[in-house]
C-alpha cells in the first residue's frame, strides 16, 4: 500500500503540477523504506554521504527518483 501511494503521489506531482523531479531520500539504515521505493518504481540513483542529519549526527541516504517519462 506505501508503494502504491508513493507512487501515485509522485505521478500527480510530475502531471499536475509539472515538476521535473521527485526525489526521495531514505537512510540507509532504514531496509523497509528501501524496498517500499524500490517496489513502487522509482529509480535508485545512489547513496550520498552525510545527507541526513538526526539529532547531531549525520547519516548517508539512498536517493531514489521519478521523472515524467517514467509514466509515459
Given at each position: ?67 515524467p517519462?517514467?509514466?509515459?
Amino acid at each position: 500500500m506505501a508503494s502504491e501511494a508513493a507512487r501515485v503521489v509522485s505521478r500527480w506531482a510530475l502531471q499536475e503540477l509539472g515538476l521535473q523531479r521527485v526525489e526521495i531520500f531514505i537512510s540507509e539504515h532504514n531496509v523497509p523504506s528501501q524496498m517500499v521505493a524500490r517496489k513502487s518504481g522509482a529509480r535508485f540513483e545512489g547513496v550520498l554521504r552525510n545527507k541526513i542529519r538526526w539529532e547531531e549526527c549525520a547519516y548517508d541516504a539512498h536517493i531514489f527518483s521519478f521523472v515524467p517519462s517514467d509514466f509515459e
